[in-house]
């Protein structure tokens, strides 16, 4: 792992802190206005809401297109005003009445919620989540909403607290690339489906990698943002292999969106001296991509 955070409980206890300060400036109201479709990326860089190395998380030029107004319609502010998601995985997982779907990192429970209405209240809705504030965010968002078919559960994406062969389909939403374990996370996604169950999940995905820039992958990745999303993401060919090796078929990494140099400033100190053609080259590398997979139906 090539990053400051070298120590995998020293990256979780910083992304732990990123993502409570978050829940907690919702909790509060104190930030985030209430009316704006996604307001943690807000439209301003000095947005006091996420540094403008956190908006790949955001996701916000795809802004309201992530989800229809329609379907944030009866969605409380506080979960779309906490959403740090990069993609719509509701959108990619065809859930169907009946169904029990875990969230990999529900964050404030937008995704848990929005899918706990497709299930109805014959299916069920876990959230997994490792942070404090944002598990009280997410209750109080499904508390707000009435939601009965749906749970919030404390703990670790790489040890998930269900049993095995329990779930249906699994989503998730720009948390994977947080994880220091991720081939711990997805052997720990196959146990918990049940044979032929899904996966169906937006990350921040390194389409074709980080070679042949200028500078190194280790150069490049310390100077990024892990709690931003980018620092340990996985490249496409690694997604790939991952899923494999933890016993998936039906592999599918496709790009949704490409990020710019927007997403990076102000550049830190490594890249700065980058030519533009460069810049560019390694910013559209780093992508919002949607993964699916499934557990084969005979395992
Ligand atoms: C980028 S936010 C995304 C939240 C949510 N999926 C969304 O779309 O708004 C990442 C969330 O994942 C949680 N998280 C990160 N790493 C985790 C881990 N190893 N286990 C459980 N939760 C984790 C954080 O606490 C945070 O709530």
Known sequence: MSHKHSNPESIKAHVREYYGRVAEKTLDNSCCGKSTASPCCGSSATSPCCS???????????????YGTTELADVPDGAVASSRGCGNPIALASLKEGEVVLDLGSGGGLDALLAAKRVGTQGFVYGLDMTDSMLELARRNAEQVGATNVAFLKGDIENIPLPDASVDVIISNCVINLAPNKGQTLREALRVLRPGGRLAVTDIVIDGGLEGLPVGEQQVRAALSWAGCIAGALTSDQYR???AEAGFEEINVEVLYRYSLTHLLPLPQTLAGLAPSALHDLVSRFTSSSITARRPATT
């Open 241 to 243: 292999q991952l899923l």
């Open 52 to 66: 403008p190395i956190d908006r790949p998380c955001c996701g916000e030029e795809q802004g309201s297109q992530i």
